[in-house]
Each structure stands twice: as C-alpha cells, then as structure tokens.
C-alpha cells in the first residue's frame, strides 16, 4: 500500500467554496495516464469523460485541466518518495536483481521552444530595459501618489511591480548565462595556467608528456620541443665527434644528420601546424553577423541545448541505471550533454537503493554486483573512483568487439597497469565481454520504454523535470510489477 500522506498535506481542507478532490485520486489518474503515454492535463481532462477507466478512477466527477496540472506541478517533491516507495514494491515482488547495473542517459525534450535561445548581449539589453522602465514606473507612480496626497486622498497607492513570468525568465536566463560565462572564465584560466606551466617544463628541457593543447602557448611549446630535440639530437652527434677526436671508435650505428632524424622531422610538423593555425586564427574573418555560443532559454532557462542524432533539441540529460530484470533503480537529471560527470552519483544512487532493498527484504539479488557503462563515461577519474566494480567501454562498440575477437587475454591485469590498462584487459577477458555484451539489452529498451511514457517534459525547469522523471519512473515500474505478477 502506498503512502499519500505527502500527496495529502497538500489538499485544502476547510475554508469557501467546494472541497477539493481527493489527492489519492488525482495521483491515481496521474499514474495510469502515464502508463498510457498520456500526459496532457486536458486529455486526461477529456478522458474522465469518454474513457471507463478513466471514469472509474475518478467516480465521474470529472477534474479540471487546470486541478490536473496544478496538482503535478505542486507535488513535484512527492514524486521521490513515490519513486522510492514503487520500488520497494518491486523488491518486495522478487524484482530488483542488482547483480548487473546498467547506466545510460537520454536527452529528453524540455517544454520550451529551441528558437528562443539568446546570448548574452540580447538578455543583458533586455534586463536593463526593464530596470528602466520599471525606474520610470516608479517615478510616475510617486508623481501620482504626491498628487493625491495633495488632494488629500488617503487611499495608499498599490506600487506596480513587473511580475510578468516573461521578464522573470529572461532575468533567470541572464543569470544562467552569466554563471556559465563565469565558469568558462574559470576553466580558461585553468586551462592557461596549465599551458604556462607546460611550457616552462619544455623550455627547461623537460620531456613534457600529451598533444600539445591549442591556444596562445602552443607556437611557442612546440619551438620549444622542436628545440630540445635539436639540442638532444646535437648533443649525440658532438659526442660521437668527440670520440672520433680522441682516436676511439664509437659503439653502435652512427646518428643520422639532423634533418633527417624522425623526431625532428614530426617536431618541424607540429610547428608548422601551430603557425598555420595561428595564421588561420589572425585571419580577417567575414562581416557576418557571429551567433553567439554561450546562449540561455528564455521559455525554460535551466534547459540546456542537447546534441542528439537526429541534430539539436531544447531539453535535459536524463539518467537511468536499470537492473538486469528491467527495473530502474535511480535517475536523476542534468544540464551537461556530456555523461561524464553523472557516473558516481548514479552509481551512489544504484548503491543507496540496493541497500535499502536488501535491508528490508534480505534477499541476494539485492546486492549491487557490476555496474556497465558505455565509453560516453569513461575517465580515469571514472575507472578509479571508489564504489561496486564496473565495467566502462573505453571506445567504440565496434573497437571493443573487434579488441575482444583479435586480443582475447585471461586472469587478472598485470601488476602496474594503469586504470584503463586494468579496465581493457578485463573487458577483453572472457567473464568481462560476456558481462559487458549485457549493457545494452539492460538498459537500452528500458530508456526505449520509459520514452513512450515520457518523450517530452510537461513543467519548466530541473525541479519539475526531476519530478515529473520520477513519476514517470514509478509508472514504468508499476507497470513491470504488474506484469510480472499478472500470472
């Protein structure tokens, strides 16, 4: 039995006008309109009087839109805890085996409209546009009121206040693209201290170790390699003169000249490159007008664009980790189209819940086993980080089989390789390829599933989106319960 009490503190009790519905039945039309793929608060409306299960679920007293929608909107918080509590359910009903996890996102389109983006000098125009006209408001409002207090009116002016939801958006879509041009500072200014310091260690004479990053030190790290390897090169060369000198003869093969050494030749190729781009970058660029990059949404500010296949779309990342019988175990949502950072806490989250279902019933398919993910995911901070054993694709799908079928290996990883060494090797193992092969028949037709329940969000912003996520979760595994226990 499911707890509503904190569907119920939410209901208007007392007070004029007609009682309100009873929230246990605005959940339960919730519920199975989106196990039907229904979310539309008038279809659900139309519905009550047309559909007999609908009709049943609300005893004929056909709700609102407006009840229908102010109701999810309200209890967007107690969408967790049903989340939750569904779960428990499933754990109860012998579902849940946590022997294999698997974590993937989708993008999942947001209730706002991709054209609406503006950059930050459009929302900053239109913010201090507002402020002025709200300054000249004011002003005409005071003028006002001294001209009734001279006509000694006593009535108190009411101050007129911009509370239109639009302004309000735009003015949280400026914040948003300020804090993310703040955090493109910060990363910048990371990324130059870290080429400053490369640089340094080259010009030292220091082997310095990756691809030369691009920016304003990369001319000038790759001079300063093309001159170390001069220098080493030359230091070879004097030496075995030297030899030769002193009436000793050398050991080995004797050095080629310096144009034809290999390292000198692939460190001429990396200056060139780093002119050739800085001449591209210093270039006179056309007079067309530059979109800006770091845009807001001013229908749904916390909505991200989203790179997909089929090309962009306004919306969020949302995460699922499913077991290996189908049932989601957590998700969550975020605003990066990038899967890197959402691992840990999926994992962490998969943890909490197979716990607190092993804790109440004690079985042992609710004990977390492996955790799969695919390669958006992998990084050695990712390969490393403390929790249940994983397995993560460090490259493509056809890379990995092909790996698994050329250099198949046995036994555990050799003793001092590095994360992704160790995590190559046991996904090349027998026991890893079988596990791994595993991830997508988990929780590929579960994301598959859950978007035919929910294909696009109903509420604006990361708050309702979460909620309206969790109960579409809690209807996707309702549903599985019920069918696996329908015999």
Known sequence: MLDTHEFDRRRRRGGVGAAGYDPRMLLGLLIYAYCRGIRSSRQIERLCSTDVAFRVLCAQDVPDHCTIARFRAECQDAFTG?????????????????????????????????????????????????????????????????????????????????????????????????????????????????????????????????????????????????????????????????????????????????????????????????????????????????????????????????????GFLQGYNAQLAVTSDQIIAAVQIGQSPNDIASLVPMMEASVRAAAMLHTDTGRPEHIIGVVLADAGYCSDSNLSAPGPERLIALNKTRDHAKAVIEQPVTGPPPEGASPRQAMSHRLRTPEGSRLYKRRGATVEPGIGNLKKVLDRFSGRGLNSALGELNLAASAFNLMKIHRATAS
Request: net charge positive; aromatic share 2%.
């Open 82 to 310: 049903l989340f939750t509590q569904v779960l428990m359910i499933a754990g109860h009903a012998g579902l849940g085996h946590f022997g294999t996890v698997a974590i993937d996102g989708t993008k999942i389109a947001a209730n706002a409209s991709i054209d609406a983006n503006r950059g930050h000098e459009w929302l900053s125009e239109q913010v201090t546009r507002m402020v002025a006209e709200a300054e000249q408001t004011d002003a005409t409002e005071n003028i006002r009121a001294a001209q009734r207090a001279h006509d000694d009116d006593d009535r108190v002016p009411a101050r007129l206040m911009d509370q239109s939801s639009r302004a309000r958006r735009i003015r949280q879509a400026a914040d948003e693209v300020a804090a993310q041009l703040k955090r493109q500072r910060i990363n910048e200014d990371e990324r130059d201290a870290a080429a400053r310091a490369r640089l340094a260690k080259s010009r030292a004479g220091e082997p310095v170790v990756g691809r030369i990053p691009d920016g304003p030190h990369r001319l000038a790290e790759a001079r300063a390699h093309l001159a170390r390897e001069i220098a080493t090169h030359q230091s070879k060369l004097e030496r075995r003169a030297a030899l030769i000198a002193a009436g000793k003869k050398p050991m080995g093969a004797p050095p080629v000249p310096l144009e034809q050494h290999s390292r000198i030749i692939r460190a001429r190729r990396v200056v060139e490159a780093a002119l050739a781009a800085e001449r591209t970058a210093s270039a006179t660029k056309p007079a067309t007008p530059v979109l800006p990059k770091t845009v807001a949404n001013t229908t749904d500010p916390q909505s991200r664009l989203m790179p997909t296949r089929r």
